[in-house]
């Protein structure tokens, strides 16, 4: 993987980490979330985004150069099949509030879009 491709990644993440403390200290003393639950979301959808952008870079794109796509493809689906297993493990057994946790499931989408606009304004300048 590139460089560039990775400091992107972790920069995503930086802003993800910012947005996710943001939002607990911001409404987390009000009640109006779940401080547990926007964590975990956020957590899950971290690790989630780690796992299949690094894990693109360093199994599939490896087993694509020796003709093993295949393998590489049913790895990542193995991958997603646990983290949907985890998901319905969170909500079921443990009775997870949802909307604090799509909440921070959903801070990776802002901060991939903090991101972008940070990244086509830096090359507008040069």
């Known amino acids: 993987m590139e460089t560039a491709a990775k400091r992107t990644i972790l920069r995503i993440e930086f ?11 911001a409404l987390g003393r009000s009640g109006a979330i779940d401080i547990t639950a926007l964590l ?5 959808m971290g690790v ?9 870079a360093w199994v599939l794109t490896p087993l694509a150069g020796k003709g093993r796509v295949k393998a590489g493809v049913g790895l990542l689906v193995l991958k997603l099949l646990i983290f949907l297993g985890l998901l319905s493990l969170l909500f079921f057994r443990f009775e997870m509030d949802a909307l604090s946790f799509a909440l921070g499931f959903s801070t990776l989408l802002v901060a991939i879009i903090i991101e972008a606009l940070r990244r086509s304004v830096v090359l507008e300048a040069s």
Do not use: C, D, R, T
Not at 48 to 56: D, Q, R, Y
């Open 15 to 25: 802003w993800h980490a910012i947005l996710l403390l943001g939002l607990a200290a």
């Open 40 to 44: 975990l979301g956020g957590l899950f």
């Open 48 to 56: 989630n985004f780690l796992l299949l952008s690094f894990g693109i």
